[in-house]
C-alpha cells in the first residue's frame, strides 16, 4: 500500500513496486492530500494491470518540468519563474530523451560544458544551480539512487566585467541635473533609483501611499513585473522595508501627486531605459543599466563612508554578505582609506617614539 508523509506544505507519496526481482519506490510530491491520494489510487491499479510505473524511467527534462511547477512555481516571482522556464528549454534540448535512472555525473558535467560553449559562466551558474536543485529533490524522492549532482561545476565563457555603476563625480554630475531639469516622469523615476537604490520593480508599484512626506520616508512592500500591470511581491521578505528619503525628495514625489491615479509611475522599463541612456550620453556618463542605478546608490554611500550594515538593510539584501560580494571593489577602497586614516591617527599620538634627526 501507498504511504503518505508531509513535505512542509505539501504531501509526498511513495508507492512500493517490484522491479526486476528488487524492491524499488516510487514517489511524487503534490500540493494537496487529496491529489497525493487520488495518484496513489492510479498507482496502485497500475500495480494490479503489470504497468511499468518506475518512477526513474521518467525522463529528466519531464522530472524537470514537474520539479519547477511543484518546487518553485509558488515561491518565485512570475518574472522569476520565466528564467526557469529557459533553464527548461535547455534541460530539453541537451538532455532529449535521457532517462533519471540513465544520468550519472560525467554525463551531466559533459552535456552542461556543451552549453558552456556559448553561454557565458553567470548564465551557467544559474542552470547548474538549478540542475543541482532538482536532481537533490530527485534523490530525496528516490527517483535516483545516487548523489551524481553535488561535483557539478558551472563551465562558460568568460566575458569582461563592465562597471554598472557611476563614478562618485558622475553620480552627483547626474542627481544635480535631475534636480534643476524637468521632471517628467520618467527623469523622476531614474532619480527615485538613484537617491534611494530600489530596484526598477519597486519604484515602478510605488504608490503615493507608500511616500511619507512628513517622516522623509518610504514603505517599500511591492514590485511591479516586466508586463507593467502584474503588481506582486517584493524579491523576498528582506525587500519588504522602510527608507529614509530627502526633504528634497520626499517634496517633488508630493508635487507630482495626482488624484488621477494611486500610483506615481505610469512609464514603462523601456522607456526609463531609453531616457537613461539619453542622459549618460548627454552628459558624458559611462553608460549603465536601469539596475545600475542601483549599484550607484550603494557604490557611493560606501564611499561615503556609510556603514555596510545600513546600506545592506537599505537595499533589502538578506545579510551583509550579499552586500560584500556585489560591492567587494568599493569596499577594498574603503579598506585602504581606513588603514591610512588609522596609519595617522596613530602616528601623531604623544606616546609614539619621534624619530632622532641626526646632525
Same mark, same amino acid.
Given at each position: ?60 527534462? =519531464? ?38 535512472? =540513465? ?257
Amino acid at each position: 500500500m501507498a504511504s503518505f508523509e508531509k513535505r512542509g506544505n505539501k504531501y509526498r507519496v511513495v508507492v512500493s513496486v517490484m522491479d526486476n526481482n528488487a524492491r524499488r519506490k516510487v514517489s511524487k510530491t503534490f500540493a494537496t492530500k487529496t491529489a497525493a491520494k487520488d495518484w496513489a489510487i492510479m498507482m496502485e491499479a497500475d500495480k494490479l494491470q503489470n504497468k511499468s510505473i518506475i518512477a526513474s524511467r521518467m525522463t529528466f527534462a =519531464d522530472w524537470f518540468k514537474f520539479w519547477m511547477e511543484t518546487y518553485r512555481k509558488s515561491d518565485v516571482r512570475p518574472s522569476t519563474y520565466k528564467t526557469y522556464v529557459l533553464t527548461l528549454n535547455h534541460v530539453k534540448k541537451s538532455f532529449d530523451g535521457v532517462v533519471l535512472e =540513465d544520468l550519472t555525473y560525467s554525463l551531466l558535467q559533459s552535456r552542461l560544458d556543451a552549453i558552456g560553449k556559448t553561454h557565458s559562466k553567470g548564465t551557467m551558474s544559474i542552470i547548474t544551480s538549478r540542475i543541482k536543485a532538482s536532481l537533490k529533490d530527485a534523490l530525496y524522492d528516490k527517483y535516483i539512487l545516487d548523489d551524481i549532482f553535488t561535483r557539478l561545476k558551472p563551465h562558460g565563457i568568460e566575458r569582461s566585467k563592465k562597471t554598472n555603476a557611476l563614478s562618485v563625480t558622475e553620480f552627483e554630475k547626474l542627481q544635480d541635473y535631475l534636480y534643476h531639469s524637468k521632471l517628467d516622469k520618467a527623469n523622476l523615476a531614474i532619480l527615485v533609483a538613484l537617491e534611494t537604490g530600489m530596484r526598477i520593480g519597486e519604484v515602478l508599484a510605488l504608490q503615493y501611499k507608500d511616500v511619507s512626506i512628513p517622516f522623509n520616508n518610504i514603505h517599500i512592500s511591492k514590485s511591479r513585473s516586466g508586463d507593467m500591470n502584474t503588481i506582486g511581491k517584493p524579491k523576498n521578505k528582506n525587500s519588504i522595508r522602510d527608507i529614509k528619503i530627502t526633504k528634497e525628495l520626499a517634496n517633488i514625489i508630493s508635487n507630482e501627486k495626482s488624484s488621477s491615479t494611486e500610483f506615481i509611475f505610469n512609464c514603462r522599463r523601456q522607456t526609463i531605459r531609453n531616457r537613461l541612456d539619453s542622459l549618460t550620453s548627454k552628459l558624458n556618463l559611462q553608460p549603465i543599466t536601469v539596475h545600475g542605478l542601483r549599484h550607484s546608490h550603494a557604490s557611493y554611500l560606501l564611499y561615503k563612508g556609510v556603514s555596510i550594515n545600513y546600506v545592506s538593510a537599505r537595499l533589502g539584501h538578506a545579510n551583509t554578505s550579499i552586500t560584500q560580494k556585489v560591492y567587494a571593489h568599493m569596499l577594498k577602497e574603503e579598506k585602504t582609506r581606513e588603514q591610512d586614516k588609522t596609519i595617522e591617527v596613530l602616528s601623531v599620538s604623544p606616546d609614539v617614539p619621534k624619530a632622532i634627526r641626526k646632525c
